[in-house]
């Protein structure tokens, strides 16, 4: 499968963006998918993941309440509604597909997409 992010720029403090990842290939509603991000100089880390129904998600903590998860199996794509964005979320945002149940380990996911960078600056 592959996987295709967009969405990214630039935003003031407070503002938000919403990301979409578009897959093509193999069958997605059967693929976990999970948005991951890396900050400059630092690790790939989990934001969120969504399994194939949509009826399981996880959050890293410090996005619960700002970030949404959701996905459209009818359109192939994943999105990631991020509200209230601070600083610190800057990073280069990365989807990832899985073809198992959903993860927040980076190893365990198959496909990833290009990225798509995020700044949130004043």
């Known amino acids: 499968v592959q996987l295709q992010a967009s969405g990214g720029g630039l935003v003031l403090p407070g503002g938000s963006l919403r990301l979409s990842c578009v897959a093509s290939?193999?069958?997605?509603?059967?693929?976990?998918m999970g948005w991951f991000r890396q900050a400059p100089g630092k690790e790939r880390d989990f934001i969120a993941a969504i399994s194939w129904s949509g009826s399981t998600i996880y959050y890293l903590d410090s996005v619960k309440g700002r970030f949404t998860i959701s996905r459209d199996n009818a359109k192939n794509t994943v999105y990631l509604q991020m509200n209230s964005l601070k600083p610190e979320d800057t990073a280069v945002y990365y989807c990832a597909a899985r073809e198992r149940a959903l993860s927040r380990e980076r190893s365990e996911y198959d496909y990833w997409g290009q990225g798509t960078q995020v700044t949130v600056s004043s």
């Open positions: 290939g193999r069958a997605f509603s059967s693929y976990a």
